[in-house]
């Protein structure tokens, strides 16, 4: 029903089925591998509205990734083994390295196949796609970050600075009592109405 392909290695029809739902396909990734291909091999029986989602998973097999489906429309796929998954299996290689210089360690990989409904795998993203929805969203941070950074170092903001300050030390100095004592909640008032004038957009002093 399933074939893999693992480059440079044949091609592997031998899936094991774990329940009518359930197959699993396993190899030694003795050349640390980046990418494989899946084919679905019985297309006419396999019905309609179900898929075979893919799931790969280092030992000791409890984190398992998905990586997207097959189905009757698509009977093949290239998946590419996630990039936190291959440096986490590196990490483990270097350590058993370190450990015992004699031992060459042998990482194995299983692909789990589970069949399931249209609505199932469209209520989860493959993980390559979630590693590219948090590349942008870290992308988008960094331009914000130095969008911020930038505008920190130009006279525009200096004089922003400056007339925040003035505004301040105006406003707790119209409470100063005549032993030019001044109470400490003038601070906190002072806070309190430039939260409500940032709120509703009332910034003209500073741009005066």
Do not use: H
């Not at 980046?34 to 000791?60: C, M, R, V, W």
């Not at 290689?93 to 370190?98: A, G, P, Q, T, V």
């Not at 609505?119 to 989860?124: A, F, G, V």
């Not at 707790?172 to 030019?180: E, K, M, P, V, W």
């Amino acid at each position: 029903m399933f074939a893999l392909v693992v480059p440079p290695y044949p091609v592997n029809v031998a899936v094991q089925t774990i329940s009518p739902t359930k197959y699993c396909f396993q190899f030694e990734n003795r050349i640390q591998v980046k990418e494989f291909t899946l084919f679905l091999t019985d297309i006419q029986n396999f019905a309609p509205g179900y898929n075979a989602a893919i799931y790969l998973a280092y030992q000791p097999f409890t984190d398992w990734k998905y990586l997207g489906f097959l189905n009757a429309n698509k009977a093949s796929i290239i998946c590419t083994i996630p990039t936190e998954t291959l440096d986490k299996n590196n990490n483990n290689i270097n350590n058993s390295f370190n450990n015992n210089n004699s031992v060459i360690p042998t990482e194995i990989i299983q692909i789990g196949i589970s069949i399931e409904t249209d609505l199932e795998i469209q209520s989860k993203p493959p993980i390559e796609q979630q590693q590219q929805q948090q590349q942008q969203q870290q992308q988008q941070q960094n331009t914000a970050s130095t969008s911020i950074s930038n505008f920190i170092k130009t006279e525009e903001f200096k004089q922003v600075a400056f007339k925040l300050c003035d505004n301040l030390v105006n406003y707790i100095l119209s409470f100063s009592t005549s032993n030019n004592m001044i109470p400490s909640s003038s601070i906190n008032k002072w806070y309190e109405n430039f939260q409500k004038k940032v709120k509703n957009d009332q910034l003209d002093f500073l741009k005066q």
